[in-house]
Protein backbone atom coordinates (compact mmCIF):
# COMPACT_ATOMS: atom_id res chain seq x y z
CA UNK A 1 0.00 0.00 0.00
CA UNK A 2 1.43 2.94 -0.85
CA UNK A 3 2.58 5.69 1.83
CA UNK A 4 1.75 8.60 1.64
CA UNK A 5 4.81 10.93 1.59
CA UNK A 6 2.27 14.66 1.16
CA UNK A 7 0.58 14.08 4.17
CA UNK A 8 3.49 12.56 6.06
CA UNK A 9 5.28 16.19 4.95
CA UNK A 10 2.44 18.32 5.99
CA UNK A 11 2.52 16.91 9.35
CA UNK A 12 6.64 16.96 9.86
CA UNK A 13 7.23 20.18 7.54
CA UNK A 14 10.49 19.08 6.90
CA UNK A 15 11.36 15.15 6.21
CA UNK A 16 14.91 13.96 6.45
CA UNK A 17 16.31 11.31 3.31
CA UNK A 18 18.89 9.16 3.14
CA UNK A 19 22.93 9.68 1.96
CA UNK A 20 24.62 8.82 -0.22
CA UNK A 21 24.70 4.90 -1.87
CA UNK A 22 27.47 4.62 -4.31
CA UNK A 23 30.22 5.79 -1.92
CA UNK A 24 28.98 3.56 0.83
CA UNK A 25 29.25 0.23 -1.42
CA UNK A 26 32.67 1.42 -2.96
CA UNK A 27 33.79 1.18 1.40
CA UNK A 28 33.56 -2.79 0.49
CA UNK A 29 36.49 -3.06 -1.20
CA UNK A 30 35.40 -6.78 -2.38
CA UNK A 31 32.75 -5.19 -4.53
CA UNK A 32 34.11 -1.96 -5.24
CA UNK A 33 35.03 -2.68 -8.81
CA UNK A 34 31.18 -4.38 -9.60
CA UNK A 35 28.70 -2.10 -11.24
CA UNK A 36 26.95 -0.97 -8.28
CA UNK A 37 22.91 -1.99 -9.28
CA UNK A 38 24.39 -5.39 -9.96
CA UNK A 39 25.01 -6.15 -6.47
CA UNK A 40 21.43 -6.09 -5.60
CA UNK A 41 21.33 -9.51 -7.14
CA UNK A 42 25.08 -10.89 -6.42
CA UNK A 43 25.35 -8.81 -2.52
CA UNK A 44 21.78 -8.15 -1.45
CA UNK A 45 23.13 -8.10 1.97
CA UNK A 46 25.20 -5.13 1.12
CA UNK A 47 22.87 -3.02 -0.38
CA UNK A 48 20.08 -4.23 2.63
CA UNK A 49 22.84 -3.30 5.52
CA UNK A 50 23.09 0.49 4.01
CA UNK A 51 19.57 1.03 3.65
CA UNK A 52 19.20 -0.03 7.39
CA UNK A 53 21.86 1.86 8.65
CA UNK A 54 19.75 5.00 7.22
CA UNK A 55 16.32 4.00 8.48
CA UNK A 56 18.08 3.32 12.23
CA UNK A 57 19.98 7.10 11.26
CA UNK A 58 16.46 8.53 11.70
CA UNK A 59 15.76 8.85 7.55
CA UNK A 60 11.82 9.31 7.01
CA UNK A 61 12.20 8.39 3.24
CA UNK A 62 15.53 6.18 1.90
CA UNK A 63 16.01 5.29 -2.11
CA UNK A 64 16.96 2.37 -3.94
CA UNK A 65 20.04 1.17 -5.50
CA UNK A 66 18.56 1.90 -9.19
CA UNK A 67 20.31 5.31 -9.88
CA UNK A 68 22.01 3.43 -12.65
CA UNK A 69 19.31 0.81 -13.82
CA UNK A 70 18.52 1.86 -16.98
CA UNK A 71 18.69 -0.23 -20.50
CA UNK A 72 21.47 2.20 -21.57
CA UNK A 73 23.65 2.01 -18.42
CA UNK A 74 23.42 -1.43 -17.77
CA UNK A 75 24.04 -2.28 -21.32
CA UNK A 76 27.43 -0.65 -20.98
CA UNK A 77 27.89 -3.71 -18.51
CA UNK A 78 26.04 -6.28 -20.22
CA UNK A 79 23.68 -6.64 -17.99
CA UNK A 80 20.85 -5.39 -19.85
CA UNK A 81 18.67 -8.29 -19.83
CA UNK A 82 18.77 -8.97 -16.08
CA UNK A 83 17.27 -4.65 -15.95
CA UNK A 84 13.69 -6.51 -14.67
CA UNK A 85 15.38 -8.35 -11.91
CA UNK A 86 18.19 -5.82 -10.88
CA UNK A 87 15.50 -2.74 -10.43
CA UNK A 88 13.00 -5.04 -8.66
CA UNK A 89 15.73 -6.49 -5.92
CA UNK A 90 16.56 -2.85 -5.23
CA UNK A 91 13.42 -1.99 -4.70
CA UNK A 92 12.66 -4.95 -2.61
CA UNK A 93 15.58 -4.55 -0.45
CA UNK A 94 14.93 -0.93 0.40
CA UNK A 95 11.23 -2.23 1.37
CA UNK A 96 12.31 -4.82 3.61
CA UNK A 97 15.03 -2.17 5.41
CA UNK A 98 12.15 0.54 5.33
CA UNK A 99 10.12 -0.64 7.27
CA UNK A 100 6.75 1.69 7.33
CA UNK A 101 9.10 4.26 5.86
CA UNK A 102 8.90 5.58 2.74
CA UNK A 103 10.81 4.24 0.03
CA UNK A 104 11.51 6.78 -3.67
CA UNK A 105 13.04 4.74 -6.10
CA UNK A 106 16.17 6.22 -7.87
CA UNK A 107 16.88 6.81 -11.28
CA UNK A 108 19.43 8.73 -12.92
CA UNK A 109 20.32 10.06 -16.31
CA UNK A 110 20.93 7.46 -19.27
CA UNK A 111 24.65 8.80 -20.01
CA UNK A 112 23.90 10.05 -23.12
CA UNK A 113 23.47 13.38 -24.72
CA UNK A 114 20.06 14.12 -25.57
CA UNK A 115 19.58 15.90 -29.73
CA UNK A 116 21.54 18.03 -31.26
CA UNK A 117 24.66 17.94 -28.47
CA UNK A 118 24.37 14.09 -29.16
CA UNK A 119 22.76 11.31 -30.90
CA UNK A 120 19.83 10.42 -28.29
CA UNK A 121 16.57 11.66 -29.36
CA UNK A 122 14.52 12.70 -27.04
CA UNK A 123 11.55 9.25 -27.52
CA UNK A 124 14.74 7.07 -27.15
CA UNK A 125 15.15 9.02 -23.22
CA UNK A 126 11.18 8.80 -22.95
CA UNK A 127 11.00 4.69 -23.48
CA UNK A 128 14.44 4.16 -21.59
CA UNK A 129 12.69 5.81 -18.60
CA UNK A 130 9.54 4.30 -19.25
CA UNK A 131 10.77 1.12 -18.54
CA UNK A 132 12.76 1.02 -15.84
CA UNK A 133 9.46 3.23 -13.82
CA UNK A 134 7.23 0.86 -15.34
CA UNK A 135 9.28 -2.36 -13.24
CA UNK A 136 10.29 -0.04 -10.06
CA UNK A 137 6.46 1.03 -9.36
CA UNK A 138 4.91 -2.37 -10.15
CA UNK A 139 7.58 -3.69 -7.23
CA UNK A 140 6.42 -1.18 -5.19
CA UNK A 141 8.03 2.15 -4.96
CA UNK A 142 5.93 4.51 -2.89
CA UNK A 143 7.71 7.47 -5.69
CA UNK A 144 10.39 7.98 -7.63
CA UNK A 145 13.45 10.53 -7.49
CA UNK A 146 14.91 11.56 -10.92
CA UNK A 147 18.46 12.74 -10.06
CA UNK A 148 21.46 14.09 -10.50
CA UNK A 149 20.13 15.12 -13.98
CA UNK A 150 22.44 17.77 -16.00
CA UNK A 151 20.21 18.40 -18.92
CA UNK A 152 16.72 19.52 -18.05
CA UNK A 153 15.49 18.11 -21.26
CA UNK A 154 16.62 14.75 -20.11
CA UNK A 155 14.97 15.09 -16.93
CA UNK A 156 11.67 16.24 -18.62
CA UNK A 157 11.98 13.23 -20.42
CA UNK A 158 11.96 11.24 -17.74
CA UNK A 159 9.28 13.55 -15.52
CA UNK A 160 6.46 12.75 -19.14
CA UNK A 161 7.24 9.46 -19.04
CA UNK A 162 6.73 8.30 -14.92
CA UNK A 163 3.73 10.85 -15.17
CA UNK A 164 2.07 9.32 -18.27
CA UNK A 165 1.75 6.01 -15.99
CA UNK A 166 0.94 7.15 -11.93
CA UNK A 167 0.03 9.38 -10.09
CA UNK A 168 2.44 8.44 -7.14
CA UNK A 169 5.05 11.00 -6.03
CA UNK A 170 8.02 12.33 -8.44
CA UNK A 171 10.58 14.25 -7.58
CA UNK A 172 13.09 16.15 -10.27
CA UNK A 173 16.72 16.94 -8.72
CA UNK A 174 18.73 18.45 -11.01
CA UNK A 175 23.16 19.16 -10.55
CA UNK A 176 23.98 22.84 -10.96
CA UNK A 177 27.45 23.63 -11.57
CA UNK A 178 28.75 27.29 -9.62
CA UNK A 179 30.18 29.88 -12.42
CA UNK A 180 30.75 33.89 -12.23
CA UNK A 181 26.85 33.96 -13.29
CA UNK A 182 25.40 31.97 -10.43
CA UNK A 183 24.30 28.72 -10.35
CA UNK A 184 23.57 26.66 -14.11
CA UNK A 185 23.50 23.32 -14.95
CA UNK A 186 25.85 22.19 -17.33
CA UNK A 187 24.03 22.60 -20.41
CA UNK A 188 23.78 26.50 -19.08
CA UNK A 189 19.96 26.45 -17.38
CA UNK A 190 19.61 28.67 -14.48
CA UNK A 191 17.91 27.19 -11.20
CA UNK A 192 14.89 29.49 -11.55
CA UNK A 193 14.55 27.86 -15.43
CA UNK A 194 14.55 24.39 -14.67
CA UNK A 195 12.38 24.54 -11.57
CA UNK A 196 9.61 26.30 -13.39
CA UNK A 197 9.92 23.61 -15.99
CA UNK A 198 10.01 20.79 -13.83
CA UNK A 199 6.76 22.33 -11.81
CA UNK A 200 5.23 22.95 -15.18
CA UNK A 201 5.50 19.48 -16.60
CA UNK A 202 3.89 17.87 -13.24
CA UNK A 203 7.13 17.02 -10.90
CA UNK A 204 5.89 16.69 -7.03
CA UNK A 205 8.92 17.88 -5.50
CA UNK A 206 11.97 19.70 -6.90
CA UNK A 207 15.08 19.76 -5.73
CA UNK A 208 19.40 19.74 -6.39
CA UNK A 209 21.45 17.29 -5.38
CA UNK A 210 25.66 16.27 -5.36
CA UNK A 211 28.11 18.87 -7.20
CA UNK A 212 29.57 20.67 -3.90
CA UNK A 213 29.27 20.89 -0.54
CA UNK A 214 25.78 22.47 1.75
CA UNK A 215 27.32 26.12 2.35
CA UNK A 216 26.26 26.32 -2.03
CA UNK A 217 23.01 24.57 -1.46
CA UNK A 218 21.66 27.67 0.48
CA UNK A 219 21.14 29.89 -2.39
CA UNK A 220 19.48 27.21 -4.48
CA UNK A 221 17.34 26.51 -1.80
CA UNK A 222 16.62 30.29 -1.81
CA UNK A 223 15.96 30.06 -6.13
CA UNK A 224 14.33 26.85 -6.44
CA UNK A 225 11.63 28.37 -3.67
CA UNK A 226 11.22 31.68 -5.22
CA UNK A 227 10.67 29.77 -8.40
CA UNK A 228 7.93 27.37 -7.24
CA UNK A 229 5.11 26.28 -5.17
CA UNK A 230 6.27 22.82 -4.44
CA UNK A 231 8.30 21.41 -1.73
CA UNK A 232 12.13 21.13 -2.04
CA UNK A 233 14.32 18.65 -2.06
CA UNK A 234 17.98 19.47 -1.41
CA UNK A 235 20.84 16.46 -0.96
CA UNK A 236 24.61 18.38 -0.84
CA UNK A 237 28.01 16.33 -1.16
CA UNK A 238 30.20 16.25 2.03
CA UNK A 239 31.96 18.85 0.31
CA UNK A 240 34.27 18.46 -2.64
CA UNK A 241 36.17 15.38 -3.12
CA UNK A 242 39.63 15.17 -2.33
CA UNK A 243 42.86 12.73 -3.24
CA UNK A 244 44.45 11.93 0.23
CA UNK A 245 47.14 8.84 -0.40
CA UNK A 246 45.33 7.65 -3.61
CA UNK A 247 41.97 7.52 -1.60
CA UNK A 248 39.15 9.89 -2.23
CA UNK A 249 37.93 11.59 0.43
CA UNK A 250 34.82 13.91 1.36
CA UNK A 251 35.80 16.76 3.97
CA UNK A 252 32.62 17.50 5.45
CA UNK A 253 32.03 16.34 8.75
CA UNK A 254 28.60 15.39 10.35
CA UNK A 255 28.76 17.94 12.92
CA UNK A 256 30.10 20.59 9.96
CA UNK A 257 26.88 20.14 7.90
CA UNK A 258 24.97 20.21 10.66
CA UNK A 259 25.56 23.40 11.04
CA UNK A 260 23.71 24.59 7.90
CA UNK A 261 20.37 22.69 8.12
CA UNK A 262 18.65 25.63 10.13
CA UNK A 263 19.63 28.36 7.22
CA UNK A 264 18.89 25.42 4.44
CA UNK A 265 14.99 25.19 5.65
CA UNK A 266 14.45 28.63 5.96
CA UNK A 267 15.73 28.87 2.77
CA UNK A 268 12.99 26.53 1.54
CA UNK A 269 14.11 23.07 1.94
CA UNK A 270 11.67 20.48 3.15
CA UNK A 271 13.10 17.65 2.54
CA UNK A 272 17.33 17.27 3.17
CA UNK A 273 19.27 14.33 2.66
CA UNK A 274 22.56 13.52 1.81
CA UNK A 275 24.97 12.72 -1.75
CA UNK A 276 28.47 11.74 -2.64
CA UNK A 277 30.62 11.33 1.12
CA UNK A 278 27.89 11.49 3.34
CA UNK A 279 27.07 8.27 5.32
CA UNK A 280 24.34 6.98 8.20
CA UNK A 281 26.37 9.08 10.76
CA UNK A 282 26.01 12.92 8.28
CA UNK A 283 22.16 11.65 8.40
CA UNK A 284 21.69 10.71 12.14
CA UNK A 285 23.25 14.35 12.41
CA UNK A 286 21.07 15.92 9.94
CA UNK A 287 18.01 13.99 11.70
CA UNK A 288 18.93 15.22 15.03
CA UNK A 289 19.47 19.14 14.07
CA UNK A 290 16.40 19.13 12.02
CA UNK A 291 14.24 17.77 15.02
CA UNK A 292 15.58 20.27 17.61
CA UNK A 293 14.98 23.05 14.70
CA UNK A 294 11.54 22.35 14.34
CA UNK A 295 10.84 21.52 18.52
CA UNK A 296 11.87 25.96 18.77
CA UNK A 297 9.44 26.68 16.43
Known amino acids: ?53 YIEAGSDIILTNTFGGNFFKLKKYGAEEKIKEINEAGVK ?9 IVFASMGPTG ?30 DGIVIETMIDINEALCALKAIKSITDRPVVVSMTYNKGKNGFKTLMGTTVEECSLL ?30 TEI ?7 AGLPQLISGTTVYPDTPEYMSKFIPDLIESGASIIGGCCGTTPQHIRKIAQTVSEYLMKQ
Open 1 to 53: MEKNFKKLLKEKKVLVSDGAWGTEIAKNKDVSTSYPEILNLTHPEIIEGIARA
Open 93 to 101: ISLKAAGNK
Open 112 to 141: YLLQPYGDLTEKEAENCFLQQAEILLKAGA
Open 198 to 227: IEKNGADVVGANCSFGIENFIQIAKEIKSA
Open 231 to 237: PVWIKPN
